[in-house]
């Protein structure tokens, strides 16, 4: 069986979790009605040993957001990766769009965090991103 491609409504982001720069995401995330899924406070996300409580001890990898009115917007923060943002950030590929640079994770990358996740469609994935690598399309 041939891998079946397929299209997700959500966006995931992995920025620096500095207690700065992801109150400034949770603010913005608020002022534009986005509400978390999880039965949590966002803002205590800002205090580094709850975050890492909810890691270990709910293996909790990323916090959903969903927008009230659009049941099909959903921001996904990931706070676990197995690859730190540094890397994340420096092997980053860019696209403009709307005449801005936005940066996204390189298929190797992705690769190694969807390993990471165990779950059957992303071990599906992993093997079309591989042959995407191995056919010599972009990184």
């Known amino acids: 069986m041939g891998y ?22 949770l603010e913005k995330l608020n002022g534009w009605g986005f509400k978390i899924k999880q039965p949590i406070n ?10 890492l409580n ?3 001890e709910k293996n909790l990898k990323a916090i959903t957001f969903h927008h009230p009115s659009n049941p099909i917007a ?5 706070i676990d990766s197995p690859v730190p943002y540094q890397n994340l950030k420096d092997h980053a590929l860019y696209f403009e769009l709307n005449d801005e640079k936005v940066p996204v994770v390189s298929v190797r990358d992705l690769i190694e965090m969807k390993l990471n996740t165990e779950r059957a469609q992303d071990i599906a994935d992993v093997r079309h991103l591989r042959s995407i690598l191995k056919d010599g399309k972009k990184d």
């Not at 079946?4 to 995401?25: C, E, P």
């Open 4 to 25: 079946q491609a397929r299209m997700t409504y959500d966006v995931d982001i992995m920025i620096r979790l500095d207690r700065d720069n992801l109150k400034r995401l």
């Open 42 to 51: 966002p803002f205590d996300l800002l205090i580094e040993q709850v975050r």
């Open 54 to 56: 909810f890691i270990k």
């Open 74 to 78: 959903e921001i996904d923060v990931l």
